[in-house]
Structure formats: C-alpha cells, structure tokens
C-alpha cells in the first residue's frame, strides 16, 4: 500500500528565457548623397515558468479503495502521458 504522501504528484517545469537580438544595421550611401539605414531592433520572447500540479484527491483513498492501485497507475501514465 503506498503512503499518504505519494498521493500528491507536483509536476513543474520552466523554460528558460531565450532572448536574442539583432544589432542595427546602420548602411549610408555616399554615392547617391542619400543615407538609407535600417535597423533591427532587438526582440526578445521568454516563456514563463508554469507549474501544472495533479492532485490525486484524498477522499478517493478511503471512498474508492478497490480501485486505488488502478487508478494510480492510470493517473501516472497520465502524468507521464502529458509531460
């Protein structure tokens, strides 16, 4: 029989923040006396660190006793499953 504390699976996971940017490029031509630049502006997209957290309910233990060694298995394949 598993223990109490198993009964609560946190998973989380965080991506770290990824930023890159590109340096502006600054072009002027002389030969045509007119100044043509443009510049790449840096741009950065980070993902959050989000924790999604199962909860196996406690009251399953005691109400669903038959069932509690299928029901974990089926809960972690789904964990598993998701992550």
Known sequence: MRDKLSNEI???YY???YYYYYYYYYYYYNNNN???YYYYYYY?????YYYY???YYYFY????YY???YYYYY?????YYLY
């Open 15 to 17: 991506y770290y923040y």
């Open 75 to 79: 809960y972690y394949y789904f964990c």
């Open 44 to 48: 950065y997209y980070y993902y959050y």
């Open 34 to 36: 007119y100044y043509y």
């Open 10 to 12: 946190i998973y989380y």
């Open 53 to 55: 957290y199962y909860y």
């Open 61 to 64: 233990y005691y109400l669903y």
């Open 67 to 69: 069932y509690y060694d």
